[in-house]
């Protein structure tokens, strides 16, 4: 089973919707969680750090439930310039290293 | 820029031979990674350095990959007899502690002929 698991979408929504990408880990020991945003060709930049208690910027939110081992990204008022992939990451106490997800890439269509 | 860079950006080789790739990660990060992706995957990590200690190495790092951190600042991975299996972009990111986020440089491409 892969650490880290995501629907690779695509998601292809218009500008504005709102749109959800989830992510579920399998280790239960995973201690810190992150999304990256991938542009095409580009390296994978940080878009925000996923804690416990959820955490908004802006027009993104983050959820995370330890229970079910789920973690998810909110985007509202979807932006042309939202279009890119979304990697869900998590880091597993004490192996310094992170595991990522396949990546789930969303299209936003004027 | 005090991002972390990675030279060269692109690097095309015929199958077998050597090639080497350096990483300067940002100047206070103690912590350096390598990663490799390809498409439509999300990066897979290699290796792991702490100051000059290199503390961890996936599996996939075959007896033909090497990387170094000699002084703690700069690292080099070196890939010896390459196979096609290696083409793939080649990711440095840097952390000042090992729970904190990651950042990249922008890679490495490397095409095997």
């Known amino acids: 089973r892969k650490e880290v698991e995501q629907d690779p979408g695509p998601f292809n929504v218009p500008e504005g919707a709102t749109v959800a990408f989830n992510c579920t880990y399998s280790n239960s020991a995973s201690q810190s969680f992150f999304w990256y945003r991938q542009d095409c060709r580009k390296e994978p930049k940080l878009l925000m750090s996923v804690y416990s208690s959820g955490n908004e910027d802006g027009r993104f939110t983050a959820q995370l439930n330890r229970a079910s081992q789920y973690i998810s990204l909110l985007i509202r008022d979807s932006k042309l310039s939202d279009s890119a992939t979304y990697l869900c990451?998590?880091?597993?106490?004490?192996?310094?290293?992170?595991?990522f997800g396949t990546g789930t890439r969303l299209t936003v269509i004027p | 820029d005090t991002g972390v860079s990675q030279d060269p950006r692109h690097k095309i080789t015929k199958r077998g031979q050597n090639v080497t790739f350096r990483c300067d990660p940002i100047?206070?990060?103690?912590?350096l990674y390598w990663y490799r992706q390809t498409l439509g995957q999300g990066p897979e990590f290699l290796t792991y350095?702490?100051?000059?200690?290199?503390?961890?190495k996936s599996r996939l790092l075959s007896d033909r990959f090497s990387a170094e951190r000699p002084k703690g600042s700069f690292s080099t991975l070196e890939i010896q007899r390459t196979e096609q299996g290696d083409s793939a972009m080649y990711l440095c990111?840097?952390?000042?502690?090992?729970?904190?986020?990651?950042?990249f440089g922008d890679g490495t491409r490397l095409s095997i002929l």
């Open positions: 990451v998590v880091n597993v106490g004490g192996a310094n290293n992170l595991f």
């Open positions: 350095f702490q100051n000059e200690a290199q503390l961890e």
């Open positions: 990111a840097s952390s000042p502690r090992g729970n904190q986020p990651q950042h």
């Open positions: 100047s206070e990060h103690n912590r």
